[in-house]
Nanobody, 121 residues
């Protein structure tokens, strides 16, 4: 069983910073794309950032140059460093990872349960 657990959310003033963490536990043979998504109240889920096994990063346009996605060498933790936070960054943030538990498996996308980020003055 694979489990992803996010942490690091909270309330921050505009212009402030937060770093989210997503820790993976369970039996993992390989990890492909590691991602962060968010869902603001009344809006759909949107991809914030992702990181490929080769280190290629992709960011939502509105967070470029403010957010940074990174991971540890073992691919057990993925972080999202968020700087210069804006009101519109308020959302529930979810991590997602494409994981194989066995060599013969296809990659399956696993999700964490989310962590709330609120930007408020």
């Amino acid at each position: 069983q694979v489990q992803l657990v996010e942490s690091g959310g909270g309330v921050v003033q505009p212009g402030g910073s937060l770093t989210l963490s997503c820790t993976t536990s369970g039996s993992v043979f390989d990890t492909n794309i590691m991602s962060w998504y968010r869902q603001a109240p009344g809006k759909g889920l949107e991809l914030v950032a992702d990181l490929s096994p080769t280190g290629r990063r992709h960011y939502l346009d509105s967070v470029k140059n403010r957010f940074t996605i990174s991971r540890d060498d073992a691919k057990t933790i993925v972080w999202l460093q968020m700087e210069n936070l804006k009101f519109e960054d308020t959302a529930e943030y979810f991590c997602a990872q494409e994981i194989k538990q066995h060599p013969q498996d296809q990659f399956t996308k696993y999700w964490g349960s989310g962590t709330q980020v609120t930007v408020s003055s």
